[in-house]
T-cell receptor
Framework: DQQVKQNSPSLSVQEGRISILNCDYTNSMFDYFLWYKKYPAEGPTFLISISSIKDKNEDGRFTVFLNKSAKHLSLHIVPSQPGDSAVYFCAASAKYQTGANNLFFGTGTRLTVIP | DTGVSQDPRHKITKRGQNVTFRCDPISEHNRLYWYRQTLGQGPEFLTYFQNEAQLEKSRLLSDRFSAERPKGSFSTLEIQRTEQGDSAMYLC????????????FGNGTRLTVT
């Protein structure tokens, strides 16, 4: 049962334009959301996060938007650069009583930024 | 480099053999996680340690899998009697305790069972 869904397996964007990556989730208990970037032969690298009490978080060229009522979040990259080409994973966190932040990941979206 | 380190990077083994992977987390992180990633999927949670205590285990972690973190620093993941379905990327991550500290992942160990 996929609790975090990324319905677009791939996205191509021209350099300098905006990249928008989307993510939907089903579990209303999720209280923290993250985006990870993954290059081939490397582990996922943390990019940006947002708490469920916020609707927007910005870090340089990266902005994450959260719409709790729609159970939807998106990652905006402006302007897109060729080095942004990677697989992007959306993840949602539900806390265990033990304090563990168990992350549930989507299946990823491969972003290609065309020079 | 003070990131999460995993060894080996690649492991090819015959079905039925035992394998062991090692993870060295970021030194000040007391939380350590193991995840598994198969082709076309995102990482899936296997188990979690706070210091040396294994506090959570996924139902994905069958009896053939065992993880340890004996001194609260490095961790090992052992798979006994490997099966072809165990072929995957095994990722280790660590984080600080408290709040919503992001997980920092290593580069993984890719296991191929022939």
């Amino acid at each position: 049962d996929q609790q975090v869904k990324q319905n677009s397996p791939s996205l191509s964007v021209q350099e300098g334009r905006i990249s928008i990556l989307n993510c939907d989730y089903t579990n209303s208990m999720f209280d923290y959301f993250l985006w990870y970037k993954k290059y081939p032969a490397e582990g996922p690298t943390f990019l940006i996060s947002i708490s469920s009490i916020k609707d927007k978080n910005e870090d340089g060229r990266f902005t994450v938007f959260l719409n709790k009522s729609a159970k939807h979040l998106s990652l905006h990259i402006v302007p897109s650069q060729p080095g942004d080409s990677a697989v992007y994973f959306c993840a949602a966190s539900a806390k265990y009583q033990t304090g563990a932040n168990n992350l549930f990941f989507g299946t990823g979206t491969r972003l290609t930024v065309i020079p | 480099d003070t990131g999460v380190s995993q060894d080996p990077r690649h492991k090819i083994t015959k079905r039925g053999q035992n394998v062991t992977f090692r993870c060295d987390p970021i030194s000040e992180h007391n939380r350590l996680y193991w995840y598994r990633q198969t082709l076309g999927q995102g990482p899936e949670f296997l188990t979690y340690f706070q210091n040396e205590a294994q506090l959570e285990k996924s139902r994905l972690l069958s009896d053939r899998f065992s993880a340890e973190r004996p001194k609260g620093s490095f961790s090992t993941l052992e798979i006994q009697r490997t099966e072809q379905g165990d072929s995957a990327m095994y990722l280790c991550a660590s984080s600080l305790a408290g709040g919503n500290s992001p997980l920092h992942f290593g580069n993984g160990t890719r296991l191929t069972v022939t």
